[in-house]
C-alpha cells in the first residue's frame, strides 16, 4: 500500500459523506487543544472527494452559461479528483476549523482503497 505524509490546506479537507458519525459532538475542548499544540495526529485521507451539493449547483450554473464537454463530464462524475476525503479524524478536522486553523494540517494519504474500505468497515462497527 502507497501513502505518504503530506501537510494540506485545511479548505482541501472533505468529511466522508458516508462517515458513520454523522455528528461529531462538542468539539470545543479539542479545539482549545488545537489551538494551544495543533493537530497532533495524522488524518487519513484519500486523493479526491465527493461534491458537495453547493459545488456540483455552481458547477451546473456554469455548465448552463457555457456548456463545455469538461464540464459536462465533471457534472456527470461522482467523485472530483480535486482536495481529499478524510477517511479518518473527522473530529480532529471539525476541531481544526473551530479553532479557526487556516493553515496546514499533516494528512496521511492512502491510496490502496481494498484496505481504506477495511479501516472503514472497522469503523462503522465501532460506531454502532
Known sequence: MEQKIVMLPVEQLYPHPDNPRK????????????????VMQNLTVVPGHRPTDEEWNDLNDRYAEDPDEALREK???????????????HRRLAAAKLAGAERRIAGRIRYDVREIRRVARRIAKKAK
Open 23 to 38: 455528528d461529531v459532538g462538542d468539539v470545543t475542548e479539542l479545539a482549545e487543544s488545537i489551538r494551544a499544540m495543533g
Open 75 to 89: 457534472l456527470n462524475s461522482k467523485y472530483w479528483d480535486e482536495g481529499y476525503t478524510v477517511v479518518i479524524g
